[in-house]
């Protein structure tokens, strides 16, 4: 072994990282071989001086409790809007507009709502195996793959062309129904776009929202409700959004 | 409700005392310290929703995953210029440190903490989880999803950057 075969070797040597067999041929190397045995030394004392203790970043003090609120604030949006909506209700029992308050607060921004689960099927999708049920990037694989699953038949178009491949699809389950999911992707970032028949025949323009760091959009199309998720940034999701609408 | 009770009592057990190395790797990684509280929070919401992501290995291990992982999306979105990402390309030749002995004394604790923030990203992000958490090859490169070779050559040419940078300050 001589020094050039060592050099690579050499911090992982220092730290226990190499085989047997490999970690007596560079004992054997720096044995005859002062170059190399100053490497390992200086080596050995960097890495002293690193784990000193000085390099270690202590949180501030007030850094755990912020982090306890902040997810106190997200299980309470979800868990504890219906006990207060109820209270609101009661309150409200009293008024003149007692019948339209009630239906108002029974049915609290639904859009929210849809948006809040649109973003917890994305999260979920992060996690290994639960991004596509079908993958390919040829649509012709992804729309058949969806027929006889769905009670409509979802538009599959590939945008690898635009900068947006189609990297798959899957079924899931948003605003109390079974939706077709199309997963596109842009460098490093995943889109999950979500589709259903719509109620409203109506077309809308396309809404923004940020939820917990993450854009969430929304349109209503050719009697279709979409709905994209993804850390990619607004505006590059919002051009993907009117390629999906041309 | 046992479900989320359960989720509670795995927190508190098993990722809220990781709190402190969820704050070094992320204020190493994005060098300030608001953005690392930022991202801190932003880690555990992640990890609380992630929580069943959790194989029961390795907690802090799985915490410093998402922490990196949150860590990117952050520089990526609030600082695109300079990400600085290297190609995994040997460069020991060219960069081989000055055959001189490096004395523990005379290392300057500060010029030590500089070295390392220049460090590029993920040269600086190994270095943090070998030398600060202790973790094996076979971990980081479970944390930061590179090979374990490309592990293995990143740490060799940070040490050899920071060994460059601690003599070159002495001369
Ligand atoms: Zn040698």
């Not at chain 1, 202590?58 to 868990?79: F, L, N």
């Not at chain 1, 607060?105 to 948006?115: D, F, G, K, M, Y």
């Not at chain 1, 993450?214 to 850390?231: K, V």
């Not at chain 2, 999803?145 to 490309?150: C, K």
Request: with cysteine; proline share 5%; hydrophobic share 40%.
């Amino acid at each position: 072994m001589n020094c050039e075969d060592t050099q690579v070797l050499l911090s992982a040597y220092v730290d226990g990282e190499l085989d047997l067999v490999r970690s007596l041929e560079i004992e054997k190397h720096i044995e005859t071989c002062p170059a190399c045995a100053l490497t390992v030394q200086n080596q050995q004392t960097l890495g002293a001086a690193l784990r000193a203790g000085s390099l270690y970043h202590r949180p501030p003090q007030h850094i755990e409790e912020r982090v306890r609120a902040a997810m106190r604030s997200q299980t309470r949006t979800k868990r504890i809007n219906w006990p207060i909506l109820a209270v609101a209700a009661s309150l409200l029992l009293a008024g003149v507009f007692v019948d339209r308050m009630v239906r108002f607060a029974s049915r609290p921004a639904p859009q929210t709502l849809v948006a809040q689960e649109v973003l917890d099927s994305h999260l979920r999708s992060l996690m290994p195996g639960h991004l596509a049920d079908v993958q390919s990037s040829d649509r012709h694989t992804v729309k058949p793959w969806f027929s006889g699953k769905l009670d409509f038949s979802p538009p599959v178009a590939d945008f690898a062309a635009e900068g947006f491949p189609l990297t798959g699809g899957r079924l899931d389950s948003v605003n109390g129904r079974t939706v077709a999911v199309l997963v596109y992707q842009r460098h490093q970032h995943l889109i999950n776009a979500y589709v259903w028949p719509s109620p409203n025949s109506a077309n809308s323009s396309v809404t923004a929202t940020t939820l917990q760091g993450y854009n969430i959009l929304h349109w209503t199309h050719a009697g279709l409700e979409w709905w994209l998720a993804s850390d990619l940034n607004t505006q590059e999701l919002e051009g993907f959004a009117n390629q999906l609408i041309q | 409700m046992y479900g989320s009770a359960r989720r509670e009592q795995f927190f508190e057990t098993h990722v809220v005392p990781h709190m402190g190395a969820a704050y070094n790797l992320a204020r190493w990684l994005t060098r300030n310290d608001h953005d690392a509280e930022d991202v801190v929070q932003e880690a555990y919401l992640r990890a609380f929703r992630f929580w069943e992501s959790f194989r029961g290995a390795d907690a802090r291990a799985w915490l410093l995953a998402i922490v990196r992982n949150t860590c990117f999306t952050w520089l990526q979105q609030n600082r695109k210029p300079s990400l600085e990402l290297v190609e995994d390309m040997p460069d020991l030749k060219s960069a081989q440190a000055n055959p001189e002995a490096l004395l523990l004394a005379n290392v300057d604790a500060e010029m030590l903490r500089r070295a390392v923030e220049e460090l590029p990203l993920e040269f600086r992000e190994a270095i943090v989880l070998r030398e600060l958490e202790g973790f094996s090859y076979k971990e980081i490169s479970s944390i930061t999803s590179a090979p374990i070779g490309t592990v293995m050559s990143r740490l060799a040419r940070a040490r050899t950057r920071l060994q460059k940078a601690l003599q070159g300050g002495a001369a």
